[in-house]
């Protein structure tokens, strides 16, 4: 499922990203551009990360997407 449209996200994105130490909304800000546009995919995208981290997952360390060469994808013109 696409939660951030403007930026074309998804929830699976967002739980991979999770996985990789992006566990705030600030960091899947910052390197995904969750919520960057329009904003209303903010509160889905808390979700999403809000039941990830409560199964469980999405634990790892923190660490920036320019370190582990995650893509942060960008609008087409
Ligand atoms: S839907 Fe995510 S910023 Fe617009």
Request: net charge positive; charged share 20%.
């Amino acid at each position: 499922m696409i939660v951030c449209v403007c930026n074309n996200i998804s929830d699976r994105e967002i739980r991979q990203a999770a996985d990789l130490g992006l566990n705030t909304m600030s960091a899947l800000r910052d390197d995904l551009g969750v919520g960057t546009c329009c904003g209303k995919c903010k509160s889905c995208a808390k979700t999403v990360l809000k039941e990830y981290r409560n199964a469980g997952a999405g634990q790892a360390p923190a660490m920036t997407a320019k370190s582990v060469a995650f893509p942060r994808r960008t609008q087409a013109a």
